[in-house]
């Protein structure tokens, strides 16, 4: 199985900043990344997929970067809903497997 | 608007099926993949397998001989059912609409909310 590793594990912000989270695979996934955000009580939110094309209705403050090994996500001015947990997930191969998450707390 | 929510019991006693149901709305199961995956106490998540449009199904491999998903299209439903559960199935259990670049694999572009599974006696 292909394991990913995401950084940090905890990130402490505040709203107008930028942060970065990434995500490490244990061999080239091509481009085929996707990363989701975990809010309690909400349903889990799709993100970016392949590397870096933004789903429908994610706004344009969110990107992503990366092919092969190492990928990226970056929020700039951050507001006050991006808090909570954010996940990549390696769509290249079966079976499907996820990083351990970063959570995006409130400085 | 695609909506997805899970049912089934809370608490499974160990050696026992944990049955769980995902109730689909806004889009018909006869398309695309749907999906179960779970969260683990401390983050942790695992895909653990999709049903397709046509009925056909694949599971991961660490699930293989416990696992199964079925569906029923006339309440445009679908089921996990996992077999001979531990204490470690104890995990919060998503479903999901699994999409697909051909030639590559799945993620996950709506999902449930989630129900919290506990495995104890």
């Known amino acids: 199985d292909v394991q990913m590793t995401q950084s940090p594990s905890n990130l402490a912000a505040s709203p107008g900043e930028s942060v970065s989270i990434n995500c490490k695979a244990s061999k080239s996934i091509s481009k085929y990344l996707a990363w989701y955000q975990q809010k309690p009580g909400k349903a889990n939110k799709l993100l970016i997929y392949?590397?870096?094309t933004l789903q429908s209705g994610t706004p344009s403050r969110f990107s992503g970067s990366g092919s092969g090994t190492d990928f990226t996500l970056t929020i700039r001015n951050l507001e006050p809903e991006d808090f909570g947990l954010y996940y990549c997930?390696?769509?290249?191969?079966?079976?499907?497997?996820f990083g351990a998450g970063t959570k995006l707390e409130l400085k | 608007e695609v909506q997805l929510q899970e049912s089934g019991p809370g608490l499974v006693k160990p050696s026992q099926s944990l049955s769980l149901t995902c109730s689909v709305t806004g889009y018909s199961i006869t398309s695309n993949y749907w999906g179960w995956i779970r969260k683990f106490p401390g983050n942790k998540m695992e895909w653990m397998g999709y049903i397709s449009y046509s009925g056909s199904t694949s599971y991961n491999p660490s699930l293989k001989s416990r696992i199964s998903i079925t569906r029923d299209t006339s309440k445009n439903q679908f089921f996990l059912q996992l077999n001979s559960v531990t204490t470690e199935d104890t995990a919060t259990y998503y479903c999901?609409?699994?999409?697909?670049?051909?030639?590559?694999?799945?993620?996950?572009?709506?999902w449930g909310q989630g129900v919290m599974v506990t495995v104890s006696s």
């Open positions: 999901a609409r699994s999409r697909i670049i051909r030639g590559t694999g799945y993620y996950f572009d709506y």
């Open positions: 392949s590397g870096s």
């Open positions: 997930q390696q769509h290249n191969e079966y079976p499907y497997t």
